[in-house]
C-alpha cells in the first residue's frame, strides 16, 4: 500500500515539474545563486576553521573560558561554548555541523547536542544586516531591531530549556590530534564538500516545491510569504515585495528567519542523520523562537519608530 501511495506522489510530482518545466528550471537557477553567491562564501570560512580548531583541541581552551556560562546557566557540557560562539558568527545550519563534529570526537553527549541544537539557531548577522535590513527592507535601522530580537529570544529558548536534561560536564575531553596540517586541512575540506553539497540539494528541492505549490494554489501576492515556511529567503523576498507596513514586514520577517522554515530543518537533520536526534523539541523550540523574537520586533519597533 506505501509503495503504491509513493508511487502516485512520485508521478504526480514528475507531472508538475514537466507541465512547469520554465518555472522548475529558475527555482533551479535561484537555489544555484543563495548558495553560490549568499551561502557557500559565509560558510566556507567558518566550516573549515572550525574543523581544524577542533582537531587541535582548540575546544578545550574555548570552553574553559565559557565553563561557567554553558555548565550553570545552560546545563550543559562546556564543550557547547564552541558550538554556541561558531554559530552566533555564522548561523545556521553550520551549528548542526559543529554540533555533530563534536558529536563525532565525542566531547559532548547526545543530550547535550539535543539541548544545544535547541538554542543555537542563529541567522548569519551579515545576511540579517544586510540582506533583510538594507536590501529587502530598505532600512539598516529595522535589520539591526531583528538580529536583537532573533538573538536574544534564541538565548532565552536555552535558559527555559536548561533544567530538562543534567549531563556530567566534565568528562568530555579531546587528546590533540597527531595528523599532519595538510592531513587535517584534507578532510576538513572533504567534510564541508559533502555538508555544502547537501545542504544546496535541500534548498533546490525546496525552491522546486515552493514553485508547483505556488502553480497549484495561487496565492495572492501578499500572501506569498507563506511560502517561507518552507524556504526563509523566497519568504523574504516576497514580504519585500508585498504592500504590508514596513512594521508588519519586520515582524514577519523575524517570524521567519526564527522559525527557519522546513529547507533549514532538513539541512539540520540531514547533518545530524543518525545522531539519535529528536525533531519535535527541535520544532517547538522554532515555534517559541518564532513567537518571541516577532514579539520582542513588536515592541521595540513600537517603541522606536
Not at 570552553?63 to 562546556?78: A, G, Q, Y
Not at 543530550?111 to 538554542?119: G, R, V
Not at 527557519?260 to 545522531?275: P, R, T, W
Request: net charge positive; charged share 15%.
Amino acid at each position: 500500500m506505501k509503495k503504491k501511495l509513493y508511487l502516485i506522489i512520485f508521478s504526480i510530482f514528475i507531472f508538475f515539474i514537466l507541465y512547469n518545466s520554465t518555472e522548475i528550471m529558475e527555482s533551479i537557477k535561484l537555489s544555484f545563486s543563495i548558495c553560490i553567491n549568499n551561502l557557500f562564501p559565509s560558510l566556507i570560512p567558518f566550516m573549515l576553521l572550525s574543523n581544524i580548531l577542533i582537531n587541535y583541541d582548540f575546544v578545550n581552551d574555548i570552553s574553559d573560558i565559557f565553563k561557567s556560562i554553558m555548565t550553570k546557566i545552560f546545563k550543559v557540557n562546556k564543550n557547547c561554548a564552541f558550538a554556541l560562539m561558531m554559530s552566533i558568527i555564522s548561523g545556521t545550519p553550520s551549528n548542526a555541523k559543529y554540533l555533530k563534529d563534536l558529536l563525532d570526537k565525542n566531547l559532548i553527549s547526545t543530550n547535550d547536542c539535543q539541548k544545544c541544537l535547541n538554542f543555537c539557531h542563529f541567522t548569519n548577522p551579515i545576511f540579517i544586516l544586510g540582506t533583510i535590513g538594507y536590501t529587502f527592507l530598505k532600512d539598516k535601522r529595522l535589520g539591526l531591531i531583528i538580529l536583537i530580537s532573533h538573538y536574544t529570544s534564541s538565548i532565552l529558548i536555552g535558559l527555559f530549556n536548561k533544567n530538562n536534561i543534567n549531563d556530567n560536564f566534565d568528562n568530555f575531553k579531546l587528546d590533540k590530534s597527531n595528523k599532519s596540517f595538510i592531513s587535517i586541512l584534507t578532510s576538513s575540506i572533504n567534510s564541508v564538500i559533502d555538508t555544502l553539497l547537501l545542504i544546496m540539494g535541500i534548498i533546490t528541492t525546496s525552491l522546486i516545491l515552493s514553485c508547483i505549490l505556488n502553480n497549484i494554489f495561487n496565492l495572492n501576492n501578499n500572501l506569498k510569504f507563506l511560502y517561507g515556511i518552507i524556504e526563509v529567503t523566497q519568504g523574504l523576498k516576497y514580504i519585500s515585495l508585498s504592500t504590508f507596513s514596513i512594521k508588519i514586514k519586520a515582524i514577519l520577517s523575524t517570524f521567519l528567519i526564527s522559525f527557519g522554515g522546513i529547507c533549514i530543518h532538513a539541512q539540520v537533520f540531514s547533518i545530524l542523520e543518525n545522531k539519535k536526534i529528536r525533531y519535535l523539541p527541535y520544532f517547538i523550540s522554532r515555534i517559541s523562537h518564532a513567537i518571541i523574537s516577532s514579539s520582542i520586533t513588536l515592541l521595540i519597533i513600537n517603541f522606536v519608530y
